[in-house]
């Protein structure tokens, strides 16, 4: 006997069968007007449209401003051009400061994560690792949201919760060889286009702090597969460094799948990833310096109007600087723990809204 499940409609109940029912997994959510969502198409950086300014003076990649040292220096040190920037990962021109933007801002919140970890629990060893889960084909051929919570619900067996995840729906088959890459060749792949093929593979790249259960005890748990990528050959972890993080973030968004009909995040935080929040934050200057001549350097506007480019009055060049302080969210610090260290020092950049935070207890 198999157990009847019944799907209900506004004003109808139908039973559904067995093959119906596993049919039903792999559509999309139906929403409340019972019309289905057309399917969701996903890019990766940097292949989608330029921007359409609404201020005709603006255009990406257009110079907006320029550093410079002033001419009375007489200083040949290399003048700066600062361009329009619409800070989006699908812009041709924009996408390589967005994913460097990003970067940073998953670096900063990866990083903190740990810093408050140790002074909250410092007994623990805590070391942060860069780990690949791939999902099985069965969740592969699913939407997005069914993606994810399939995910969610793997993360329970992996023996930490505290995950930062990138999404990729790609690998990469060589035309010549027949072979479907590991590694992902995506600078080849620019490069040479016509020698690889696309082909469905959904997986994440990951950070992870905590202890890891045994890939076999999750594949057989879960269906799930994940590899840890920072161990040496005797198989022992390697701990990453804050400059490991940044390289490995660049790389993980610079092919993660955008879709260009939801507006989506491109990293996901569970556990104490998602527990971590800012608790001050303030803003100061510090000027912009020449490091050859050793005097501060001047910022200059620049209009374009037709064919006439005139400049605007110059001003000395200053950069903003954002202090924050981190804490974790529920966490009873000990009395001794100086809170301060978390007080943190980076760019106006970073980090940056790219996120998505999802409480693993909620499911």
């Not at 029912?21 to 330029?50: K, S, T, W």
């Not at 990138?166 to 035309?175: K, L, V």
């Not at 022992?236 to 507006?263: C, E, F, Q």
């Amino acid at each position: 006997m198999w157990i009847l499940e019944t799907c209900f409609s506004m004003n109808s109940i139908v039973t559904l069968s067995p093959e119906n029912r596993l049919d039903l997994m792999l559509y999309p959510a139906i929403p409340a007007n019972h019309e289905r969502q057309e399917e969701e198409e996903f890019i990766l950086p940097g292949e989608g449209e330029v921007k359409d300014w609404d201020n005709f003076e603006a255009e990406c990649g257009k110079t907006k401003y320029t550093i410079k040292c002033e001419d009375k220096h007489q200083c040949d040190y290399p003048v700066e051009l600062k361009p329009w920037d619409c800070g989006r990962y699908e812009c041709p021109v924009c996408f390589p400061r967005a994913l460097r933007r990003g970067a940073v801002g998953i670096r900063e919140h990866v990083w903190n994560t740990l810093v408050e970890m140790k002074k909250a629990w410092p007994g623990t060893k805590w070391i942060i690792s860069s780990v690949i889960i791939s999902a099985p084909e069965s969740v592969g051929q699913m939407d997005y949201e069914k993606q994810h919570y399939y995910l969610r619900k793997s993360l329970k067996k992996l023996g930490t919760e505290t995950v930062a995840a990138t999404y990729h729906r790609w690998r990469y088959r060589d035309r010549v060889t027949g072979e479907i890459l590991e590694a992902v060749p995506w600078r080849e792949y620019e490069q040479n286009p016509e020698r690889y093929e696309r082909v469905l593979g959904v997986h994440w790249h990951c950070f992870t702090i905590g202890r890891l259960v045994g890939s076999d005890k999750y594949h057989k748990e879960t269906g799930f597969i994940y590899k840890k990528m920072n161990v040496d050959n005797q198989g022992k972890t390697v701990p990453l460094k804050k400059k490991d993080i940044y390289a490995i973030a660049y790389y993980a968004l610079s092919h993660s799948a955008l879709s260009t009909t939801r507006r989506r995040h491109a990293t996901h935080y569970y556990g104490n990833f998602w527990r971590i929040q800012i608790t001050d934050k303030r803003y100061s200057t510090e000027p912009i310096m020449c490091p050859k001549g050793g005097h501060q350097r001047v910022r200059r506007t620049e209009f374009h109007s037709g064919i006439n480019d005139c400049f605007g009055l110059e001003e000395p060049a200053v950069k903003m600087i954002v202090h924050r302080k981190w804490r974790l969210r529920g966490v009873d610090y000990p009395e001794d723990s100086d809170l301060d260290c978390g007080l943190d020092f980076t760019g106006i950049d970073a980090p940056v809204c790219e996120v998505e935070y999802v409480e693993l207890d909620n499911l």
